[in-house]
């Protein structure tokens, strides 16, 4: 027999008739006065452990006896799942689960689960195909991810009784490729001039002005509509973000709350997934407020433009065009998605031989040159939507060399220059 403390909380354990049992309590107290009452009765020959131990079907408690990792993903993800996670990452982790975990863990008890056979598991990742692109392995950026999910589907699994609290160290304790996030390359203002000048396409270039003006993300870009774009006497404009365009697989929709779906686009009935305009939410999985955001006289014409411009296409098109009120729209009226703006930066890149980067560098990059300018991180904290000012400057923050220079040759002149004639 043993009582002794495992991170937070006291585990008794007893074997009886060949089998090893342990129950687990809060504080010290409570612990030592179970080992007492187990041992007097063993001494007594009364004893008999708790019939919920036994019968594992009376009591989840019984500590994952045949609970299998597939069983504990279906539940994680059903439960969890549609109430802390956005649609898009819900689509995700569904399908991380189904091709990298289960064909892998899905088959194993949980308290079969050792620390050395999840760092094999993750080895065995690093050599499998992607199934995005069959040509490269599964990265440690994915790797990582995936480790994430399984900490938080063990601390699920700890609060429903289906490991003991101390058994948590089988995940959180396993090693895992050493992974890196390297700063995300953004272009200078020179370059996105550059780019913004060879632009031809009308879709790309509207939301070219639209991120770098408003900080936004690209799907709350893709999903605005007319009424929320409210033009000024004095010539700018005032864009309120209140919603997100998403693409999720159906039953990922099915479990999100209703009122979180705004709008679905037409799709074919054996489509798998749907577009929709649906609310938004922070990191976290927190319903965001809207936010109103102010964009110059340039952007504002530009929108004005694009707006007689889909006018025209209505008349022409007529009936056959599709008016979902979106304000960055192809031309027959439908929106835009995230995979094909990302297609027709690189080729843009590609073109004028500027730095391949991806759409979310323009939401770095306006938030950068919106601190150099103003330096008032509570007002660019309000136009990106951040919940937390600090990852303003820690992570969308970037120095660029052009501003560094500026700065020695102001500091050389502070420090050597004022005595001179």
């Known amino acids: ?33 179970r080992d007492a009452i187990v041992k007097a009765e063993k001494e007594a020959g009364m004893f008999s452990p708790p019939h919920a131990l036994i019968n594992p079907e009376l009591n989840p408690r019984a500590y994952g006896k045949g609970i299998t990792v597939r069983e504990l993903m279906k539940r994680f993800v059903e439960e969890y799942g549609p109430t802390e996670w956005k649609p898009n990452v819900l689509a995700q982790n569904r399908n991380r ?19 050395q056979r999840i760092e094999r598991y993750y080895r065995e990742l690093l050599k499998t195909p992607s ?30 009784g289906y490991v003991p609290r101390d058994e948590m160290t089988v995940v959180s304790l396993a090693r895992r490729p050493k992974y890196r996030s390297d700063e995300r390359e953004i272009w200078t203002p020179q370059q996105y001039r550059t780019a913004l000048d060879s632009c031809e396409h009308h879709g790309l270039r509207l939301w070219l002005l639209l ?7 690209i799907g709350e870009l893709l999903g605005l509509q007319w009424d929320c774009v409210e033009f000024n006497d004095d010539g700018t404009a005032s864009i309120t973000f209140r919603q997100q365009l998403q693409r999720m697989d159906r039953e990922g929709m099915a479990n ?29 999985g927190v319903a965001a407020r809207p936010r109103t955001v102010y964009v110059g006289t340039q952007v504002a014409a530009a929108l004005k433009e694009e707006k007689q411009r889909q006018n025209a296409l209505k008349i022409v098109h007529g009936r056959h065009y599709e008016d979902f009120n979106i304000v960055i729209a192809q031309d027959m009226g439908r929106p835009f998605e995230e995979h094909e703006i990302r297609k027709k930066l690189k080729k843009l890149c590609e073109d004028v031989s500027l730095p391949v980067v991806v759409p979310h560098a323009m939401r770095h990059l306006s938030v950068t040159l919106k601190l150099l300018i103003s330096g008032d991180v509570k007002a660019v904290q309000a136009d990106s939507g951040h919940k937390d000012a600090g990852m303003v400057l820690n992570r969308y923050s970037h120095a660029m060399d052009a501003e560094r220079k500026k700065m020695a040759m102001q500091l050389d002149g502070m420090l050597y220059c004022s005595g001179q004639a």
């Open 256 to 284: 999100i709350e209703k009122f979180e779906i705004y709008f679905s686009f037409p799709s074919g009935r054996d489509s798998k997934t749907v577009l929709a305009l649906c609310g938004m939410k922070d990191k976290t």
């Open 131 to 160: 199934v995005d692109d069959p040509d490269q392995t599964i990265g440690k950026s994915v790797i990582e991810k995936i480790h994430t999910m399984l900490c938080t589907a063990y601390r699920q699994a700890q609060r429903w």
């Open 211 to 217: 991120s770098a003006s408003c900080s936004a993300r």
């Open 1 to 33: 027999m043993s009582c002794e403390k495992r991170g937070k909380v006291w585990r008794v354990s007893y074997r009886h008739n060949g089998v090893v049992y342990k129950e687990t309590f809060d504080t010290e107290k409570q612990a030592r006065a």
């Open 97 to 115: 689960i189904e091709y990298y975990i289960n064909p892998f863990l899905g088959d194993e008890l949980l308290m079969d689960l050792s620390v």
